[in-house]
Protein backbone atom coordinates (compact mmCIF):
# COMPACT_ATOMS: atom_id res chain seq x y z
CA UNK A 1 0.00 0.00 0.00
CA UNK A 2 1.60 3.10 -1.04
CA UNK A 3 2.19 5.48 1.80
CA UNK A 4 0.52 8.88 -0.63
CA UNK A 5 -2.11 7.53 -0.44
CA UNK A 6 -2.59 6.71 3.44
CA UNK A 7 -2.14 10.87 3.90
CA UNK A 8 -4.93 11.58 1.60
CA UNK A 9 -7.45 11.96 4.60
CA UNK A 10 -4.87 13.83 6.30
CA UNK A 11 -4.53 16.16 3.38
CA UNK A 12 -7.99 16.60 2.78
CA UNK A 13 -8.58 18.09 6.31
CA UNK A 14 -5.46 20.65 5.79
CA UNK A 15 -7.20 22.05 2.28
CA UNK A 16 -9.52 24.44 3.82
CA UNK A 17 -6.81 25.90 5.50
CA UNK A 18 -4.39 26.11 2.98
CA UNK A 19 -4.95 29.30 1.07
CA UNK A 20 -3.15 32.54 1.05
CA UNK A 21 -4.90 35.51 1.63
CA UNK A 22 -8.14 35.28 -0.49
CA UNK A 23 -11.86 35.16 -0.72
CA UNK A 24 -13.13 31.22 -0.62
CA UNK A 25 -16.94 30.60 -1.78
CA UNK A 26 -17.41 27.99 1.36
CA UNK A 27 -15.61 29.66 3.84
CA UNK A 28 -16.53 28.86 7.46
CA UNK A 29 -19.39 26.99 5.84
CA UNK A 30 -20.40 25.28 9.21
CA UNK A 31 -22.16 29.18 10.10
CA UNK A 32 -24.50 28.12 7.64
CA UNK A 33 -26.25 25.01 8.87
CA UNK A 34 -28.16 26.56 10.61
CA UNK A 35 -29.33 26.98 14.34
CA UNK A 36 -32.59 25.38 16.51
CA UNK A 37 -35.15 22.59 15.48
CA UNK A 38 -37.80 25.22 14.66
CA UNK A 39 -35.69 27.35 11.57
CA UNK A 40 -34.21 23.87 10.24
CA UNK A 41 -37.68 22.40 10.18
CA UNK A 42 -38.72 25.88 7.78
CA UNK A 43 -35.90 25.42 5.49
CA UNK A 44 -34.28 28.02 7.34
CA UNK A 45 -36.41 30.95 6.12
CA UNK A 46 -35.67 32.61 9.98
CA UNK A 47 -34.65 35.84 8.90
CA UNK A 48 -38.27 37.63 9.35
CA UNK A 49 -39.44 35.67 12.07
CA UNK A 50 -36.80 34.86 14.11
CA UNK A 51 -37.88 35.92 18.18
CA UNK A 52 -36.13 34.08 20.72
CA UNK A 53 -32.43 33.23 21.16
CA UNK A 54 -31.94 31.74 18.09
CA UNK A 55 -32.67 35.60 16.60
CA UNK A 56 -28.67 35.79 17.84
CA UNK A 57 -27.77 33.41 14.86
CA UNK A 58 -30.65 34.06 11.89
CA UNK A 59 -30.65 37.81 12.94
CA UNK A 60 -29.58 39.67 16.18
CA UNK A 61 -32.53 42.28 15.59
CA UNK A 62 -35.20 39.33 16.30
CA UNK A 63 -33.68 38.98 19.75
CA UNK A 64 -35.91 41.89 21.34
CA UNK A 65 -38.65 39.10 20.84
CA UNK A 66 -37.15 37.73 24.05
CA UNK A 67 -39.09 39.88 27.34
CA UNK A 68 -39.04 39.82 30.83
CA UNK A 69 -37.33 36.60 30.99
CA UNK A 70 -34.16 35.24 29.91
CA UNK A 71 -34.77 32.62 27.19
CA UNK A 72 -32.39 29.72 26.15
CA UNK A 73 -32.40 27.65 23.67
CA UNK A 74 -30.22 24.18 22.81
CA UNK A 75 -29.70 21.65 19.96
CA UNK A 76 -27.76 18.18 18.90
CA UNK A 77 -27.46 16.72 15.65
CA UNK A 78 -25.64 14.41 14.27
CA UNK A 79 -25.09 13.75 10.58
CA UNK A 80 -23.55 10.93 8.09
CA UNK A 81 -24.43 7.96 10.40
CA UNK A 82 -23.16 9.94 13.64
CA UNK A 83 -19.58 10.70 12.63
CA UNK A 84 -20.24 14.39 12.34
CA UNK A 85 -21.64 16.23 15.62
CA UNK A 86 -23.23 19.68 15.52
CA UNK A 87 -24.10 21.78 18.98
CA UNK A 88 -25.36 24.70 19.48
CA UNK A 89 -26.54 26.65 22.56
CA UNK A 90 -27.73 30.28 22.60
CA UNK A 91 -29.18 32.45 25.52
CA UNK A 92 -30.94 35.50 25.31
CA UNK A 93 -31.36 37.85 28.10
CA UNK A 94 -33.59 41.49 28.29
CA UNK A 95 -32.79 44.10 29.70
CA UNK A 96 -33.24 48.12 29.92
CA UNK A 97 -37.17 47.37 30.58
CA UNK A 98 -37.31 45.18 27.23
CA UNK A 99 -35.80 48.00 25.23
CA UNK A 100 -32.74 45.79 24.25
CA UNK A 101 -31.28 42.44 24.70
CA UNK A 102 -28.21 41.07 24.77
CA UNK A 103 -27.08 37.60 23.94
CA UNK A 104 -24.49 34.34 23.77
CA UNK A 105 -25.03 31.91 20.92
CA UNK A 106 -21.86 28.92 20.82
CA UNK A 107 -21.61 26.67 17.88
CA UNK A 108 -19.92 24.07 17.51
CA UNK A 109 -19.16 21.23 14.72
CA UNK A 110 -16.71 18.38 14.83
CA UNK A 111 -15.46 15.15 13.47
CA UNK A 112 -13.60 13.29 16.25
CA UNK A 113 -11.66 10.16 16.09
CA UNK A 114 -9.85 10.67 13.02
CA UNK A 115 -7.32 8.07 12.12
CA UNK A 116 -3.71 9.72 11.63
CA UNK A 117 -2.23 7.50 9.11
CA UNK A 118 1.14 9.15 8.05
CA UNK A 119 2.92 6.93 10.40
CA UNK A 120 1.15 3.72 9.48
CA UNK A 121 3.80 2.49 6.69
CA UNK A 122 6.96 1.91 8.17
CA UNK A 123 10.25 2.88 6.53
CA UNK A 124 11.09 -0.27 5.30
CA UNK A 125 7.33 -0.92 3.61
CA UNK A 126 6.02 -2.51 6.04
CA UNK A 127 2.43 -1.78 7.58
CA UNK A 128 2.43 -1.13 11.66
CA UNK A 129 -1.25 0.02 12.88
CA UNK A 130 0.34 0.80 16.15
CA UNK A 131 1.35 3.71 14.92
CA UNK A 132 -2.10 4.79 13.92
CA UNK A 133 -3.44 8.02 16.46
CA UNK A 134 -6.44 9.75 16.45
CA UNK A 135 -8.02 13.41 16.67
CA UNK A 136 -10.85 15.71 16.53
CA UNK A 137 -11.11 18.45 13.31
CA UNK A 138 -13.83 21.20 15.30
CA UNK A 139 -14.84 23.86 14.23
CA UNK A 140 -16.50 26.65 16.90
CA UNK A 141 -17.59 29.89 16.75
CA UNK A 142 -19.31 32.17 19.21
CA UNK A 143 -21.83 35.37 18.97
CA UNK A 144 -21.93 37.65 21.32
CA UNK A 145 -25.03 40.27 20.15
CA UNK A 146 -26.79 43.24 20.99
CA UNK A 147 -30.34 44.00 19.82
CA UNK A 148 -32.35 47.00 20.27
CA UNK A 149 -36.06 48.29 20.11
CA UNK A 150 -35.71 51.47 17.40
CA UNK A 151 -39.91 51.88 17.37
CA UNK A 152 -41.99 49.72 19.34
CA UNK A 153 -45.53 50.89 18.90
CA UNK A 154 -49.43 48.35 19.27
CA UNK A 155 -48.89 48.34 15.22
CA UNK A 156 -45.65 48.12 14.11
CA UNK A 157 -42.26 47.62 16.15
CA UNK A 158 -38.90 48.32 14.71
CA UNK A 159 -35.71 46.50 15.71
CA UNK A 160 -32.23 46.65 15.57
CA UNK A 161 -29.19 44.04 15.86
CA UNK A 162 -25.45 42.70 15.71
CA UNK A 163 -23.13 40.19 16.21
CA UNK A 164 -19.47 40.31 16.69
CA UNK A 165 -18.43 36.90 16.32
CA UNK A 166 -15.25 34.84 17.43
CA UNK A 167 -14.56 31.92 14.99
CA UNK A 168 -11.54 29.48 16.49
CA UNK A 169 -10.97 26.32 13.98
CA UNK A 170 -8.29 23.49 15.06
CA UNK A 171 -7.50 20.50 13.13
CA UNK A 172 -5.42 17.66 15.87
CA UNK A 173 -2.02 19.48 16.77
CA UNK A 174 -1.30 20.09 13.55
CA UNK A 175 -3.45 23.32 12.46
CA UNK A 176 -5.52 26.41 14.22
CA UNK A 177 -7.41 29.29 13.23
CA UNK A 178 -8.54 32.48 14.74
CA UNK A 179 -11.00 34.22 12.85
CA UNK A 180 -13.05 37.51 13.56
CA UNK A 181 -16.45 39.04 11.84
CA UNK A 182 -19.78 40.87 12.35
CA UNK A 183 -23.41 40.55 11.57
CA UNK A 184 -25.53 43.46 11.33
CA UNK A 185 -30.17 43.00 11.38
CA UNK A 186 -32.99 44.72 10.80
CA UNK A 187 -36.61 43.59 11.79
CA UNK A 188 -39.96 45.44 11.16
CA UNK A 189 -43.51 43.58 12.36
CA UNK A 190 -46.55 44.73 11.70
CA UNK A 191 -50.09 43.54 13.09
CA UNK A 192 -49.29 40.49 10.63
CA UNK A 193 -46.48 41.17 8.46
CA UNK A 194 -42.99 40.68 8.93
CA UNK A 195 -39.48 41.76 7.29
CA UNK A 196 -36.20 40.74 7.86
CA UNK A 197 -32.62 41.99 6.50
CA UNK A 198 -29.22 40.67 7.71
CA UNK A 199 -25.80 41.43 6.40
CA UNK A 200 -23.57 38.54 7.33
CA UNK A 201 -19.53 38.93 7.84
CA UNK A 202 -20.11 42.44 6.34
CA UNK A 203 -16.56 43.54 7.84
CA UNK A 204 -15.04 40.42 5.65
CA UNK A 205 -14.34 37.87 8.19
CA UNK A 206 -11.15 36.70 8.49
CA UNK A 207 -9.23 33.21 9.73
CA UNK A 208 -5.71 33.45 10.33
CA UNK A 209 -4.45 29.86 10.08
CA UNK A 210 -0.67 28.59 11.91
CA UNK A 211 0.44 25.44 11.31
CA UNK A 212 2.75 22.74 13.85
CA UNK A 213 4.30 19.83 12.38
CA UNK A 214 7.16 17.66 14.23
CA UNK A 215 10.24 16.85 11.93
CA UNK A 216 8.76 13.54 11.36
CA UNK A 217 5.86 15.09 10.41
CA UNK A 218 7.39 17.08 7.96
CA UNK A 219 9.38 14.63 6.99
CA UNK A 220 6.88 12.04 5.25
CA UNK A 221 4.89 15.07 4.18
CA UNK A 222 7.58 15.79 2.16
CA UNK A 223 8.42 12.80 0.93
CA UNK A 224 4.64 12.15 -0.34
CA UNK A 225 4.99 15.32 -2.27
CA UNK A 226 2.75 17.32 -0.22
CA UNK A 227 3.27 21.17 0.48
CA UNK A 228 3.93 21.85 4.57
CA UNK A 229 2.48 25.10 5.32
CA UNK A 230 3.36 27.97 7.79
CA UNK A 231 0.71 30.41 7.80
CA UNK A 232 -2.26 31.52 5.97
CA UNK A 233 -5.02 34.15 5.80
CA UNK A 234 -8.78 32.78 4.66
CA UNK A 235 -11.53 35.72 3.91
CA UNK A 236 -15.14 35.13 3.69
CA UNK A 237 -17.21 37.55 1.74
CA UNK A 238 -19.90 39.74 3.01
CA UNK A 239 -23.28 38.46 2.07
CA UNK A 240 -26.83 39.28 2.52
CA UNK A 241 -30.29 37.64 3.50
CA UNK A 242 -33.52 39.19 3.26
CA UNK A 243 -36.96 37.71 4.38
CA UNK A 244 -40.30 38.34 4.85
CA UNK A 245 -43.51 36.10 5.93
CA UNK A 246 -46.84 37.33 7.11
CA UNK A 247 -49.51 35.25 9.99
CA UNK A 248 -52.95 34.00 9.13
CA UNK A 249 -55.43 33.43 11.61
CA UNK A 250 -56.16 33.76 14.97
CA UNK A 251 -56.49 30.47 16.94
CA UNK A 252 -55.16 28.71 14.32
CA UNK A 253 -52.10 30.68 13.03
CA UNK A 254 -50.31 30.24 9.83
CA UNK A 255 -47.15 32.18 9.08
CA UNK A 256 -45.27 31.29 6.14
CA UNK A 257 -42.19 32.93 5.67
CA UNK A 258 -39.67 33.07 2.50
CA UNK A 259 -35.91 34.72 2.20
CA UNK A 260 -33.30 35.06 -0.29
CA UNK A 261 -29.33 34.64 0.40
CA UNK A 262 -27.55 37.17 -1.75
CA UNK A 263 -24.27 36.24 -2.40
CA UNK A 264 -21.47 38.44 -3.86
CA UNK A 265 -18.28 36.11 -4.15
CA UNK A 266 -18.92 34.73 -7.92
CA UNK A 267 -20.94 31.98 -9.69
CA UNK A 268 -22.89 29.64 -7.48
CA UNK A 269 -25.01 27.10 -8.29
CA UNK A 270 -27.86 28.36 -6.89
CA UNK A 271 -31.82 29.25 -8.40
CA UNK A 272 -30.18 32.76 -9.29
CA UNK A 273 -26.44 32.21 -10.68
CA UNK A 274 -24.42 34.89 -12.10
CA UNK A 275 -21.19 36.52 -11.84
CA UNK A 276 -20.69 38.29 -9.27
CA UNK A 277 -23.89 37.97 -7.73
CA UNK A 278 -26.16 34.73 -6.91
CA UNK A 279 -28.80 34.54 -4.89
CA UNK A 280 -30.40 30.84 -2.95
CA UNK A 281 -33.73 30.85 -1.84
CA UNK A 282 -35.31 29.42 1.32
CA UNK A 283 -38.97 28.70 1.82
CA UNK A 284 -41.14 27.96 5.10
CA UNK A 285 -44.09 27.56 6.85
CA UNK A 286 -45.39 26.99 10.30
CA UNK A 287 -49.03 25.79 11.51
CA UNK A 288 -49.45 26.75 15.28
CA UNK A 289 -52.53 26.09 17.16
CA UNK A 290 -53.21 27.67 20.10
CA UNK A 291 -49.68 28.65 20.44
CA UNK A 292 -48.87 24.91 22.27
CA UNK A 293 -48.68 22.64 18.92
CA UNK A 294 -46.68 23.34 15.63
CA UNK A 295 -46.47 21.82 12.71
CA UNK A 296 -43.87 23.05 9.81
CA UNK A 297 -42.32 22.35 6.62
CA UNK A 298 -40.00 24.40 4.32
CA UNK A 299 -37.89 23.84 1.12
CA UNK A 300 -34.24 24.89 0.46
CA UNK A 301 -31.07 24.40 -1.31
CA UNK A 302 -31.86 24.54 -4.73
CA UNK A 303 -29.48 23.31 -7.25
CA UNK A 304 -29.06 22.06 -10.31
CA UNK A 305 -27.45 18.38 -10.70
CA UNK A 306 -27.01 15.57 -13.31
CA UNK A 307 -30.24 13.17 -13.89
CA UNK A 308 -30.23 9.68 -11.95
CA UNK A 309 -29.61 7.24 -14.88
CA UNK A 310 -28.29 9.77 -17.69
CA UNK A 311 -25.27 7.65 -18.37
CA UNK A 312 -23.85 10.49 -20.89
CA UNK A 313 -24.02 13.12 -18.22
CA UNK A 314 -25.71 15.96 -20.09
CA UNK A 315 -29.16 16.31 -18.95
CA UNK A 316 -29.70 18.29 -15.54
CA UNK A 317 -32.62 18.63 -13.22
CA UNK A 318 -33.33 20.50 -10.26
CA UNK A 319 -32.80 19.45 -7.22
CA UNK A 320 -33.75 20.92 -3.69
CA UNK A 321 -33.33 20.00 0.24
CA UNK A 322 -36.81 19.32 2.31
CA UNK A 323 -37.52 19.66 5.95
CA UNK A 324 -40.63 19.16 8.17
CA UNK A 325 -41.00 19.48 12.41
CA UNK A 326 -43.18 19.74 14.93
CA UNK A 327 -42.90 21.58 18.29
CA UNK A 328 -45.09 21.83 21.38
CA UNK A 329 -45.45 24.24 24.41
CA UNK A 330 -46.03 23.51 27.94
CA UNK A 331 -45.53 26.84 29.98
CA UNK A 332 -42.15 28.10 29.79
CA UNK A 333 -40.41 24.80 28.34
CA UNK A 334 -40.63 24.40 24.29
CA UNK A 335 -39.22 20.64 22.30
CA UNK A 336 -39.14 21.15 18.38
CA UNK A 337 -38.25 18.99 16.33
CA UNK A 338 -36.84 18.66 12.89
CA UNK A 339 -36.51 15.87 9.96
CA UNK A 340 -34.34 17.23 7.32
CA UNK A 341 -32.16 16.39 4.76
CA UNK A 342 -28.02 17.32 3.99
CA UNK A 343 -28.29 16.67 0.09
CA UNK A 344 -31.78 16.67 -1.73
CA UNK A 345 -34.89 14.84 -2.17
CA UNK A 346 -33.32 11.70 -3.74
CA UNK A 347 -30.36 11.21 -1.50
CA UNK A 348 -31.12 9.30 1.93
CA UNK A 349 -29.36 11.62 4.21
CA UNK A 350 -31.46 12.55 6.69
CA UNK A 351 -31.20 13.43 9.98
CA UNK A 352 -33.41 14.00 13.00
CA UNK A 353 -32.68 17.32 14.76
CA UNK A 354 -34.18 17.86 18.46
CA UNK A 355 -33.82 21.35 20.45
CA UNK A 356 -35.23 22.84 23.67
CA UNK A 357 -36.42 26.12 24.41
CA UNK A 358 -36.58 27.37 28.07
CA UNK A 359 -37.67 30.72 29.16
CA UNK A 360 -36.02 31.32 32.17
CA UNK A 361 -39.01 32.45 35.08
CA UNK A 362 -37.50 34.93 37.62
CA UNK A 363 -38.59 33.53 40.96
CA UNK A 364 -41.12 36.50 42.40
CA UNK A 365 -39.87 37.90 45.84
CA UNK A 366 -42.12 37.05 48.91
Known sequence: MRRSTKTFLFTVLLLPAICFSQFRKYSNEFLNIGAGARGLAMGSAQVATASDATAGYWNPAGLTGVKDNPNLNLMHAEYFAGIAKYDY????????????????SVLRFAVDDIPNTLFLVEPDGS????????????????????????????????????????????????????????????????????????ARDVTTTFNAWSFKFTEQEKEVLY????????????????????????????NVKVTPEASLDITFDGKRNTVISSNPISIDPHVGVEVGIKDVFFIRGGVTNFQKALADGDTLNQKKV?????????????????????????????????????????????KEKN
Open 223 to 250: LTNNDIPVKSTELTAPRISVGGGYTFGK
Open 127 to 198: INYNNIKTFSSADWAFLFSFAQNIKATETKSISFGANAKVIYRKVGSFAAAWGFGVDAGLQIHGKKGHFGIV
Open 89 to 104: AALAIPVADNKRTIGL
Open 318 to 362: WIYQPSAGAGFKIKNVMVDYAYTNLANQNNPLYTHIVSLRVNLVK
